[in-house]
């Protein structure tokens, strides 16, 4: 498994989507955002969340985590999906309702969303972490729902519609919530 997540990252379609829009944008949006916090933080006088340096610890390992369900999700996307993640890159050929898109229609979400907590716990900021990734999550779902899902309707159409009644959009619910089998 890691070998396929390992040439998933450096497949070129995923290389330059990590080139043209993580690094010139995400990353510097980022930094801004932890100037934000940080000036919040003082503002209001919010306190550390962790002690030195168990929030680099912590962060290292979230960031880790994150990096690998960010990854598995991409890699699932490229290999089931038969394209890219991203419709700038050349999306997927094929809906992909297996692995984890069983669960939730948008699992990349959620390395994404440790990936971003982790440079809160680094910052050691609260109001990164209990103000600000929610407002950015909340924004990204929004994103979701009005932009990507009815280009996915128009692609895939019954088949999406139908995967959109079956998967909730982020958090999977009927993992945790199943009938029990009779």
């Known amino acids: 498994m890691l070998t396929s997540l390992l040439r998933t990252f450096f497949r070129s379609e995923i290389s330059m989507m990590v080139a043209k829009v993580y690094i010139p944008v995400l990353f510097p949006l980022t930094f801004l955002i932890c100037l934000l916090a940080v000036f919040v933080d003082q503002t209001l006088g ?15 390992v979230t960031f880790v985590t994150g990096a690998f369900l960010w990854l598995w999700t991409y890699e ?13 890159a050349g999306r997927t050929m094929k809906l992909v309702r297996t692995g984890i898109y069983a669960y939730s229609r948008n699992p990349s979400l959620f390395g994404k969303l440790l990936g971003f907590l982790a440079v809160g716990f680094a910052l050691n900021s609260m109001a990164f972490c209990f103000i600000l990734t929610p407002l950015l999550l909340t924004g990204s779902l929004i994103e979701k729902v009005w932009r990507q899902e009815p280009q996915l309707v128009e692609i895939f159409g019954d088949e999406y519609l139908q995967y959109q009644k079956e998967v909730p959009l982020f958090i999977p619910w009927t993992y945790f919530f199943r009938k029990k089998q009779q």
């Open 46 to 60: 919010l306190s550390p969340l962790f002690p030195a340096p168990a929030n680099l610890i912590i962060a290292g």
């Open 76 to 88: 699932q996307l490229s290999r089931l999906g038969e394209g890219s993640p991203s419709p700038t």
